[in-house]
């Protein structure tokens, strides 16, 4: 299904090479430590919605100490989220988009639409949702595919509603949820 361009907010695997020192990165699965932004995610806890949600954090993003942060705080949260994507950090202040596989992306609807599942999956509501990374998790994808597998369709359904003025409905996006991943390339064996 053609969505257009709102759809490119959340990419496939893939994407520029990140440059680092540590151990496994949860976001990219190569070293965990990013030159530049100082912090680093654990890999969520099997079973915790609340790590799937917005995964532990460690280090210093734009000042503050990220495990003081509260996920549980809407804007703590945002910070969170940003901090995950240090490759947007420099156009999250400004209005452009970032290029990505050759495709524009708009970092802040990127950001907004992690965002968007982390609440969902906070909230439990839908509690597919929930489901969907647990049985996702369990076929071996890692948290980021997870997250975009789900943001995609949320994308796609904010674009609907936007363009074709569609009411969400919550019945056809749980069998969505259901269906991923889909045509969603199978998970990468771990390094």
Same mark, same amino acid.
């Given at each position: $299904? &053609?969505?257009?361009?709102? %759809?490119? *907010?959340?990419?496939?695997?893939?994407?520029?090479?990140?440059?680092?020192?540590?151990?496994?990165?949860?976001?990219?699965?190569?070293?965990?430590?990013?030159?530049?932004?100082?912090?680093?995610?654990?890999?969520?806890?099997?079973?915790?919605?609340?790590?799937?949600?917005?995964?532990?954090?460690?280090? !210093?993003?734009?000042?503050?100490?990220?495990?003081?942060?509260?996920?549980?705080?809407?804007?703590?949260?945002?910070?969170? !989220?940003? &901090?995950?994507?240090?490759?947007? *950090?420099?156009?999250?202040?400004?209005?452009?988009? %970032? !290029? !990505?596989?050759?495709?524009? %992306?708009?970092?802040?609807?990127?950001?907004? $639409?992690?965002? %968007?599942?982390?609440?969902?999956?906070? &909230?439990?509501?839908?509690?597919?949702?929930?489901?969907?990374?647990?049985?996702? *998790?369990?076929?071996?994808?890692?948290?980021?595919?997870? $997250?975009? $597998?789900?943001?995609?369709?949320?994308?796609?359904?904010?674009?609907?509603?936007?363009?074709?003025?569609?009411?969400?409905?919550?019945?056809?996006?749980?069998?969505?949820?259901?269906?991923?991943?889909?045509?969603?390339?199978?998970?990468?064996? *771990?390094?």
């Amino acid at each position: $299904m &053609a969505v257009g361009p709102a %759809v490119a *907010a959340v990419s496939r695997p893939g994407g520029p090479g990140r440059a680092g020192t540590d151990h496994t990165c949860l976001r990219c699965r190569g070293p965990r430590r990013h030159s530049g932004t100082g912090c680093w995610f654990d890999d969520p806890e099997p079973g915790d919605r609340r790590s799937w949600a917005v995964p532990p954090a460690h280090g !210093i993003y734009q000042e503050p100490d990220l495990q003081l942060l509260d996920p549980g705080d809407e804007d703590e949260r945002a910070l969170l !989220i940003e &901090a995950l994507h240090p490759e947007f *950090a420099d156009a999250l202040q400004g209005e452009d988009d %970032v !290029i !990505i596989d050759g495709e524009p %992306v708009n970092p802040r609807l990127h950001v907004a $639409m992690h965002q %968007v599942v982390a609440n969902q999956l906070l &909230a439990n509501n839908p509690p597919e949702t929930w489901q969907t990374v647990q049985r996702l *998790a369990g076929r071996g994808y890692d948290w980021h595919n997870i $997250m975009h $597998m789900i943001a995609s369709l949320v994308t796609e359904d904010v674009y609907g509603v936007l363009k074709d003025n569609r009411k969400p409905d919550p019945a056809t996006y749980a069998r969505r949820l259901n269906g991923l991943p889909g045509d969603w390339p199978p998970p990468k064996p *771990a390094r």
